[in-house]
């Protein structure tokens, strides 16, 4: 058979390729990004059913959080060594059973319980869905499947707030969870008709290196977890101890840094001796690939971190309530669904950092467009206008990025750039809020001092008595309760506090938001490092224009 008969024979296999593999990713992703959202959509029932305080519903989701982050990279060697089909498959089924503890909680510890163990398996299911795609999709269909594994998350964000909140307000909020369970079984049976994906039994797995990366990971969660509540430098009295004074959220970031230093050093000391790695450096091995991970990592910390501070607006400013609120970000959900699910269709027009220099200076114009926007009157096309330009840039990047590490990879690390990619996805999220809300705060306080300060309306008694270590975003109605009730602050001293309590709470919110736009204009330039035109599984560009690109 010639050539020619060859290759158009490949052609017509590729184009029957079956999207049912897709069909598993969307729907496990899925399974596995409803569950956070149902739990903040049921707020409400959960602190009432179980008797915890709302402050526990956030303590479960990031009890979630830290035990995927911290496993993930371990997850992605378990999957490679005992067969990714296989792994994933128990993992799904003990997701459910988690699922199914968390519907039949009878007190915050089950919850935990549930939470905890289905953040475990997640480690295990995240890079089995890349190993899936790489497996089974090439060229522009595993472009279009990574913007369908990307859109999932904000996908299942928008079924949730739909689903959940509906459940939460009608049959009870255990019936969203019940709904997670029924969807894994299905998911379970579905991947039953997956090809096999062959282990690599003469995989060692590192253990050392695991413990090293877990630890690692656990101290620069809990670090940024408490900067706000013990104090970013120094210790406030919330903390439960301190060290000479210094913050133990200063302390944990700090030897966070240090443990991942030591998890690199033993990485390339592995590497040198020719051993078995827990994640391969290959995947990181190239300034292209490197800056590809900045430029992932940026934009989930302004992606969060606006995803932050926007619905703060909108509860504590404009005083929606929390579904209110959850209703009023859909268009940013939608919008960062289509922008993941569309952008490979640009792959053969741009190159990747050409991509992505217009995806950061997007998100720059929607950030600085809802930081000028907003007051403490609505202003809502405007608004609505600046979330979904937000969304589209972050959408095409988060999309982007993940794409162009899995195609400059071997087939084979298809593991190592999933678990990756899940944890540079949870450490830049916990980051990104963990850091908006110290700033945020921080500039709230000094601007609420020095305005209360020069103000000849308020008494410096008045001043001496409010605990301005303690400031935080609360409503107008709540500075009235403080000032009257609890301070005894006159009518006139109230009204004036209440005044430039609301001002500066709004320049706080203006200037973070502008902080974060200065800050996606700087992701330019590891945008610039990106890759420009590549060969292999995602073209981009036109081979005659490679040269002039890379010069570029």
């Given amino acids: 058979m010639s050539i020619k008969a060859n290759a158009t024979k490949a052609i017509e296999n590729y184009d029957k390729v079956s999207w049912l593999p897709l069909i598993v990713v969307v729907l496990t992703q899925i399974q596995a990004s409803f569950n956070v959202n149902a739990l903040t959509v049921s707020m409400a029932g959960l602190t009432s059913d179980l008797s915890i305080p709302a402050t526990a519903v956030g303590t479960a989701i990031t009890t979630g959080t830290f035990s995927m982050a911290a496993f993930i990279l371990l997850g992605a060697k378990i999957g490679s060594k005992f067969g990714s089909k296989r792994v994933f498959q128990i993992a799904v089924f003990i997701h459910a059973l988690s699922m199914l503890m968390v519907t039949l909680a009878v007190n915050g510890p089950m919850l935990f ?59 009870g909020w255990r019936y969203s969870f019940a709904l997670v369970v029924l969807l894994g079984i299905f998911n379970l049976l579905l991947s039953t008709r997956l090809k096999k994906i062959d282990p690599q039994s003469e995989l060692t797995i590192d253990w050392r290196g695991a413990a ?59 590497q040198a001796e020719k051993k078995s790695q827990l994640f391969n450096l290959e995947v990181l091995d190239t300034v292209e690939e490197r800056a590809t991970t900045w430029c992932m990592a940026l934009m989930l910390f302004i992606g969060t971190a606006a995803n932050f ?53 997007v998100v720059a114009s929607a950030l600085s467009l809802i930081a000028f926007t907003i007051s403490n009157e609505w202003g809502q096309l405007p608004i609505v206008l600046g979330l979904i330009m937000l969304g589209l840039g972050q959408g095409s990047i988060v999309a982007l990025v993940f794409n162009t590490l899995l195609s400059a990879s071997p087939k084979e690390l298809a593991g190592d750039v999933g678990a990756w990619r899940g944890l540079v996805h949870n450490i830049s999220g916990s980051v990104g809020i963990s850091i908006a809300t110290v700033f945020a705060v921080s500039l709230l306080s000094m601007l609420i001092l020095t305005n209360a300060t020069a103000s000849p309306v308020i008494t410096p ?35 004036k506090a209440v005044l430039i309590n609301a001002e500066a709470r709004l320049q706080a919110l203006k200037i973070s938001l502008l902080g974060l736009a200065f800050l996606a204009l700087l992701a330019i330039i590891p945008a610039g490092r990106m890759p420009g035109f590549r060969e292999g599984d995602l073209p981009v560009g036109y081979p005659d224009q490679a040269a002039d690109d890379s010069a570029a």
């Fill in 309 to 361: 501070l926007i619905p703060l607006y909108m509860q504590v400013v404009q005083g929606l309530s929390s579904i209110q609120t959850s209703f009023s970000i859909i268009p940013y959900t939608i919008s960062i669904f289509t922008a993941n699910a569309l952008v490979a269709r640009f792959y053969d027009l741009y190159p990747p950092r050409q991509i992505a220099r217009v995806g950061f200076i």
């Fill in 461 to 495: 008694e008045i001043i001496d008595q409010l605990n301005f270590d303690n400031v935080n975003f609360i409503t107008n109605e709540q500075v009235e309760d403080i000032l009257a009730n609890r301070i005894g602050a006159t009518p006139e001293e109230v009204a």
């Fill in 212 to 270: 090293i990366a877990s630890t690692a990971i656990i101290l620069l969660s809990f670090g940024f977890s408490g900067l706000t509540a013990w104090g970013p430098f120094l210790a406030k009295p919330a903390a439960p101890f301190s060290v000479l004074g210094l913050s133990p959220a200063l302390i944990f970031v700090v030897l966070g840094i240090f443990m991942a230093q030591v998890f690199f050093a033993w990485l390339r000391k592995r």
């Fill in 113 to 171: 319980i549930g939470q905890a163990l289905g953040g475990a398996v997640i480690a295990l299911i995240a890079p089995a869905l890349t190993v899936f795609i790489a497996a089974n999709y090439k060229g522009k269909q595993q472009a279009q499947a990574i913007g369908f594994l990307a859109a999932a998350i904000p996908g299942a964000g928008v079924l949730a707030l739909l689903i959940a909140g509906t459940f939460a307000t009608t049959i």
